[in-house]
């Protein structure tokens, strides 16, 4: 039996006040600990909206970036990552599946970047990525706080809506057992619904989700 190792929403950015990445330690004994079962990090692992430049993360992040690069299985594009094709000498993937457990960042099914508004969820990332970089200091705590409380509930009005909306890819996929999902920051385990959200790595949290799987999953991949 191998286990299934999945952290999502780390969001490294460049070791400012407006990095709210947490636990490097334990993050980098977490992946250790696991090297040999199957890691995933599901998506806005690397923050670009917010630096613009994943060389300004992995010289913050020197030796979490190392682990990654060796032990991390596969990584999974977030919308943080738009952009971004490779971090740690690893491609980025849209989704992952393991045996029927498919894994994917999420952000297409919150109500701003779905269809035709994807558009805004770009301009909302981009937005809030620079209201961090040139006025976090002063507006995070307070003021910032609260528009980033209202972005996000403007995002994913009720999570049930957004689960919801989720889950029907279970149903119209008859691969899929069950899904994970990351974005929301907010941990979910649901194996009724078969759904689960890996939550997120960033102050006061330290999320993870352990699945066990076969010793010999069957893995596809979508660019
Ligand atoms: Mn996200």
């Known amino acids: 039996m191998h286990n299934l190792i999945i952290i999502s929403d780390l969001h490294l950015r460049d ?14 004994d ?3 600990a696991y090297k040999n079962d199957i890691i995933v990090l599901n998506g806005d692992i690397f923050d670009i909206s917010y630096t613009q430049s994943l ?3 992995e010289n913050t992040y020197p030796r979490l970036c190392d ?7 596969f990584i999974a594009r977030g919308n943080h ?3 971004l094709r490779t971090a740690c000498n690893q491609y980025l993937y849209s989704q992952i599946q393991v045996d029927g457990i498919r894994i994917k960042h999420g952000h297409d099914y919150d109500a701003l970047n779905h269809g035709s508004l994807a558009w805004a969820g770009d301009f909302v990332t981009w937005a809030t990525g620079k209201i961090d970089r040139y006025i976090y200091r002063d507006f995070t705590e307070d003021i910032g706080g609260v528009v980033f ?4 509930q403007g995002k994913f009005g009720d999570l049930e809506r957004y689960r919801r909306f989720a889950l029907d890819t279970i149903s119209r996929d008859g691969t899929i057992d069950s899904l994970v999902l990351g974005h929301t920051h907010i941990k ?3 194996p009724e619904l078969r759904y689960w959200n890996t939550g997120c790595w960033v102050r006061g949290h330290t999320d993870v989700l352990i699945i066990p799987v076969s010793s010999n999953p069957v893995v596809r991949l979508w660019e």
Do not use: Q
């Open 15 to 28: 070791g400012s006040v407006a990095d709210t990445f947490t636990n490097e330690r334990a993050c980098i």
């Open 55 to 57: 060389p300004i993360i």
């Open 188 to 190: 979910e385990v649901r």
């Open 149 to 152: 409380r209202m972005l996000r």
């Open 81 to 83: 990552e738009a952009f």
């Open 67 to 73: 682990v990654i690069a060796r032990y991390v299985t």
């Open 30 to 32: 977490l992946l250790l």
